[in-house]
């Protein structure tokens, strides 16, 4: 499985972006956002058939995820955008992970696409 992110740029406080990962498959699939200096994080994840999101916290009532099966495309919508929101994003699917927020658990990994959120 090859995945494919897009959408970053460079964006204001307040912004939209919609991030998308093509090449999904029919497993658990999340978004991971990696800041510089910082350790990967969690930021989102939707269930193979789209009926179960997970979201972290700072992100929650800001960030959609979807996905399109028919397309083999996940997305990412990033609302209200803050500058903390500044970091690379990967997408990444996993065919049996036990925790949805672990990167560990996850076994395919997009190539990640930049988002700087200005003030």
């Known amino acids: 499985v090859q995945l494919q992110a897009s959408g970053g740029g460079l964006v204001q406080a307040g912004d939209s972006l919609r991030l998308s990962c093509a090449g999904s498959g029919r497993t658990l699939m999340g978004w991971f956002r990696q800041a510089p200096g910082k350790e990967r994080e969690f930021v989102s994840a939707i269930s193979w058939n789209g009926g179960v999101t997970y979201y972290t916290d700072s992100v929650k009532g800001r960030f959609t995820i979807s996905r399109d099966n028919a397309k083999r495309t996940v997305y990412l919508q990033m609302n209200s955008l803050k500058p903390e929101d500044t970091a690379v994003y990967y997408c990444?699917?996993?065919?049996?992970?036990?925790?949805?927020?672990?990167?560990?658990?996850?076994?395919?990994w997009g190539q990640g696409t930049q988002v700087t959120v200005s003030s």
């Open positions: 990444a699917g996993a065919i049996g992970a036990s925790h949805y927020a672990n990167a560990h658990e996850y076994d395919f």
